[in-house]
C-alpha cells in the first residue's frame, strides 16, 4: 500500500460529454465521521442520512444552488471503496460536472481532497477487500468491452466466477500442503506418506481442475483480446476485398489497380463476439517502387506478429511459384489459413479442403459475392480454438493465462518428485507452494505495489 492511498480523492464519475446525469464521487480516505459530515453538509445544505437517496440542491462557497440532484452518503466499509463515499448525482453536463468537482476539492481542502487518479476508487476497493483483483480488472474490461459477449463474461468474473475457481483450485493446494508439511516434521514416515494420505491422487486431482480453469480462462482472455488475421498475397488477389466481406462494409480501399493497397488498413470486426483484428496488408511482390517497398516490409512485420495468416490466392492461377516463394517465408510458429479466392471467375462452388488430420487449411471462396465467408468465419474461429456454446465464459486477461500456466508448470514438477520415491518430500512442497503462490497473484492475495499500479493505472479515471 502506497502512502497515497488513505487520502481523501475526488473525480467525476460518468463519461465526458452531455447526458441525463452526471455523477461527481468523493472517497474519504482515512477520513470519516464529522469531519466528513460537516463538508457534506456544507455541499449538499442539509445533513444526509446515511445509505438515504435526498434531493437537494448542491451549493458553491457562497450557498448559491449550482443544480439540485440526488445525494447519496455511505458510510464505511459499506461503500464501492470501503471508505466514506459522497455520490452527488447532478445533471450531466460538461460545466456543471467541473463546477460540482471543484466546489468538493474546495470544500475538502481542510481534509486534503485531491483529484483521483485513474482507477484509484477500484483500487481502494481492491485495498478494502471489497473486489479482488480479478474482479477489480472485471469492473475495466466491462467497461471496455467492445462485444456483447464480452461484457456479459466481464459481468460473470466481476461477480466473482473466475475467482470462486480460482480460490477452490489454492484451498485444495492448501491441503495437500499441509498434509505434506505435516509429513514433514516425521521425516521417518515421509516414505508412507504418499501412499497413505494418496498425496499423488490428491495432486492429479488439482491438476485436472487447475486444466479445466486454463481452458475456460483462454476462452475468456479469446473473448478480451481477439486474435490478430493478417492478410497477405499478392496484389489484386482480393484481400481488400474480402476485409469488405468479413466486415460486411466498404472499408479498405479495392481497385483494380495492382499495388493500391500500401499502407495497412486495420478492423475490428466480430464473429460470435470473438473480436479479430484483421490487418490488410500490401501486396507481396517484387517492385522497384520505393513506397511500396517500404509498405511491403511492413506486411511482414504484419505477418511475423500475427495469430493467424491468412494466405490469398487467385482461383484461376493458384499456388505459382511467387506463392510458393511467399509461402516459404511464412514465419513457422503462425498457423497459415490458404484463402482461394475469386472462385466465381473458375466457375467453381466454395468449400473447405482439410488435410489427413482433418484441420481446414484451405477455404475456396468469393470475396465479390460472399460465397464461402461463412466457411471462412468458421475456420478462423476453429483456429481461434472458440468452443462453440461457452456460455458461462468469463472474462480473462493474458496475465492470468501466465499465472494459471505458471501454476501448471510447478505441479507438474511436484508430480515429477512425487513419482521418484527418492527424492525429498522438501522439493514436492516447496513447488506446491510456489503453484499456491501464482494462483494468489490472479486474486491479488500477494501482489505487489508495481502490479497493482500497472493494473490500475490503465482505468479510466473516475473509476
Ligand atoms: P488486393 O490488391 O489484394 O487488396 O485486391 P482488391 O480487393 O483490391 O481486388 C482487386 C480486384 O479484384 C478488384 O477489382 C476486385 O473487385 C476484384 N475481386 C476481388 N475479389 C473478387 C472475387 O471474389 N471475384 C471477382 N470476380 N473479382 C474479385
Ligand atoms: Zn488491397
Redesign the pocket.
Known sequence: MLATDHDPIAAIATAAGRGGIGVVRVSFGGHRGEVVEAMIEAICGQPLTPRHAHYCGFRDARNAVLDRGIALYFTGPHSYTGEAVLELQAHGGPVIMQLLLQRCLDAGRAIGVRLAEPGEFTRRAFLNDKLDLAQAEAVADLIEASTEAAARSAGRSLDGAFSRLVHALVDDVINLRMLVEATLDFPEEEIDFLEAANARGKLAAIRASLERVLAEARQGALLREGMSVVLA?E???????LLNALAGAELAI???IAG??RDKVAQTIQIEGIPLHVI?TA?LRATDDEVERIGIARSWSEIERADVVLH?LDARTGMTAENVEIATRFPAGVPVLRVV??I??AGEHAEVVSNDAGEGVEVRL????GEGIDLLRAALLKIAGWQPGGEDVFLARERHLSALRAASGHLSIAHEHAEQRSESLDLFAEELRLAQDQLNSITGEFSSDDLLGVIFSRFCIGK
Open positions: 498475397g496484389p489484386n488477389v482480393g484481400k481488400s476485398s479495392v481497385t483494380p493500391t493497397t490488410d501486396g490469398l479466392n475469386k466465381d471467375l468469393s470475396a465479390r459475392d
